[in-house]
């Protein structure tokens, strides 16, 4: 029993660890992804274009490489980062333009007859966006958003490669230290609860968009 | 004989979408005050010529005037920091109606004036105030319509531009959208309506102008 509390400990701090990265890097990505798409639709060929590669690249190259290459790269070239900086960084980086393609998609894909009014009544641009096009985006991405949130969560586990303790590495040190794959068990099950509650409330927020068509 | 001014001046205007000849040096004048219909085939153009006098479209020579106010020459707009205020002057109901589909009926017009009273004033007077907290997926297609002639008017236009406004309507309808034109026609206000429907065009015109061919030369006056 007491083996068990120990672990479930263990796990616990692991988790807590996935959590507040999982967090601060959705909030942030949510972000930049939001602007990112913004500043696309609005800005100049030259400024798509950098767009356009900062996108590719990031959804071109896994992940984990990127990771490595900001933990790992970046102090060859004498820019030596925390580790929990690295990862911030690089999640952000990878997550913000997901984010951005879907919020671009979304725009795109709100009619243009809602601009026009908005113009022909004399409406002010950033009004525009703000109070007539934002609130029938985010209708739109949600369900794409949701999906992206959920997947963050399963990234997370890539943080082991910089030997921070989130919850997969705190269930593998359980696992090689006691012979035994029940640490991992826990792992999955305590994934799969965050998951499950997450799931709730990202469907309770899709439903709190569902008052128009 | 003419006593009215016009509301709208339109000199040698010519529009293309790429290479294509919408219209070519057309000049036409809208009366002050009047209703003004225009009938013409379907892809003539009649759409796109609304849209250049409210703003929507570029247009590749020519001159817009309205209320007197130079708005285009040459094909240009003339004072690009003031379009907003030429076009204050002109509302448009588009064929669709393009409500806001994320906002009730009151909000649909609260978020431009916000100003409690006149939304008030304007929903009871087309007969939408019971229902004001719908949303747009709940109306049908005239109470659509009737938000959006209220959306239009709460910014006093002194043009209001209508495209189809008969097409997601039945007769009895017609008829009943006839009659608030016509009132909004009576306080002054100056209309132009693009329509198909003859009939309608003949119960609510002034004046009725009938396009054949707009990809050449034109002048009606
Ligand atoms: N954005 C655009 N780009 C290219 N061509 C266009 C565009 N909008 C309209 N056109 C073309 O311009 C022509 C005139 O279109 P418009 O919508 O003004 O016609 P209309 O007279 O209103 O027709 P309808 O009675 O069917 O509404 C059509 O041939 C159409 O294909
Ligand atoms: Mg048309």
Known sequence: MDYYLTLINQLFLGALVTLKF????????????????????????????????????MRGTPLLLQLITIYFGLP?????????????????????????????????????????AAFVLGMKKRDTYKKIVLPQVIKRVLPSISNEIITLVKDTSLIYVVGLG?????????????????????VGLIYLLIIYALTKLLKRWERSYGYFE | ????????????????????????????????????????????????????????ETVSDGEITINNQPYIKFGEVVDKKNTQKV???????????????????????????KDDKLVKYWLTELGMFEKKDLYPFELSGGQKQRVAIARALILKPKLLCFDEPTSNLDSSLKMNIASIIK??????????????????????????????????????R
């Not at chain 2, 076009?87 to 004036?113: A, C, K, M, S, W």
């Not at chain 2, 209309?191 to 198909?196: G, K, Y």
Request: net charge neutral; hydrophobic share 50%.
């Open chain 2, 1 to 56: 004989m003419d006593t009215l001014s016009n509301i709208v001046e339109i000199n040698n205007l010519t529009k293309k979408f790429g290479e294509k000849i919408i219209f070519k040096e057309l000049s036409i004048n809208f009366k002050e005050k009047e209703i003004t219909v225009i009938l013409g085939p379907s892809g003539i153009g009649k759409t796109t010529l609304l849209r250049c006098i409210c703003g929507l």
């Open chain 2, 87 to 113: 076009l204050n002057d002109v509302g448009l109901v588009f064929q669709d109606f393009n409500l806001f589909p994320h906002l009730t009926v009151y909000e649909n017009i609260r978020i431009i004036v």
């Open chain 1, 76 to 116: 060859i070239i004498g820019l030596s980062l925390s580790r929990t900086v690295a990862v911030l960084i690089a999640f952000a980086l990878n997550y913000s333009a997901y984010f951005s393609e879907i919020f671009r998609g979304g725009f795109e894909s709100i009619d243009k007859g809602q601009f026009e």
């Open chain 2, 183 to 220: 009132k909004i026609s009576k306080t002054g206000t100056s209309v132009i309506i693009i329509t198909h429907d003859e009939l309608f065009a003949d119960a609510v015109a002034d004046n009725i102008i009938k396009f054949t061919d707009l990809s050449t030369n034109v002048s009606c």
């Open chain 1, 166 to 186: 989130e919850l997969l590495r705190m269930g593998k040190i359980a696992s090689n230290r006691d012979a035994s794959l029940v640490p991992l068990l826990f």
């Open chain 1, 22 to 57: 999982f967090i601060l890097i959705g909030i942030v990505s949510l972000f930049f992804g939001l602007l990112v798409s913004i500043l696309g639709l609005v800005s100049n060929s030259f400024i798509k274009r950098i767009i356009n590669i900062y996108v590719l690249i």
